[in-house]
T-cell receptor, first 115, second 111 residues
């Protein structure tokens, strides 16, 4: 499977600021996704990062709050904007690979704490 | 949209015994059902998956069964070992869609 890295691995931010998380893959992949995992909870899909076009957001997530870029087939960013303590979570990117292009592998995650 | 229910939320078994975790899904269009294991502080790791054209799949001590008619699928771990202790998530999806996850099962292996 692809090697996936995320930066930063963790950060502590002040309320009202923004943080951009990077996801880098060592090979070209068609599908990239962003998920959120709140403390002690399951994973929730934020959006599909589409290469060359706007991301596709799930219900409850909007572009103004979580802008996403996907400039090429190996890289994507997620920005968490105007942060509040409720945004404290682990943010994970995933890539889909395999014969059916639906097998998802996760990056190591970015642990975000908002004060 | 898809909704995935997972039970139980916590499962404690004696080392060497079997563990079974069950999930149901709502969207009949879902055709891909992976299981992930997540250890504390680590990323979810894919341990096994099954597609809707198959009823059962096995990989050493781990097996997954799928009943498309009833929209449920299960994870079976036999001969459990201490290193099996973790949180297990089922998920449903398919194609170019992202995954919808169950709430997770905390599996505890008692020595």
């Amino acid at each position: 499977s692809a090697v996936i890295s995320q930066k930063p691995s963790r950060d502590i931010c002040q309320r009202g600021t923004s943080l951009t998380i990077q996801c880098q893959v060592d090979s070209q992949v068609t599908m990239m996704f962003w998920y959120r995992q709140q403390p002690g909870q399951s994973l929730t899909l934020i959006a599909t990062a589409n290469q060359g076009s706007e991301a596709t957001y799930e219900s409850g997530f909007v572009i103004d709050k979580f802008p996403i870029s996907r400039p090429n087939l190996t890289f994507s960013t997620l920005t968490v904007s105007n942060m509040s303590p409720e945004d404290s979570s682990i943010y994970l990117c995933s890539v889909a690979q395999g014969a059916h292009s639906d097998t998802q592998y996760f990056g190591p995650g970015t642990r975000l704490t908002v004060l | 949209g898809e909704n995935v229910e997972q039970h139980p939320s916590t499962l404690s078994v004696q080392e060497g015994d079997s563990a079974v975790i069950k999930c149901t899904y709502s969207d009949s269009a879902s055709n891909y059902f992976p299981w992930y294991k997540q250890e504390l502080g680590k990323r979810p790791q894919l341990i096994i998956d099954i597609r809707s054209n198959v009823g059962e799949k096995k990989d050493q001590r781990i097996a997954v069964t799928l009943n498309k008619t009833a929209k449920h699928f299960s994870l079976h771990i036999t001969e459990t070992q201490p290193e099996d202790s973790a949180v297990y998530f089922c998920a449903a999806g398919g194609g170019a869609d992202g995954l919808t996850f169950g709430k997770g099962t905390h599996l505890i292996i008692q020595p």
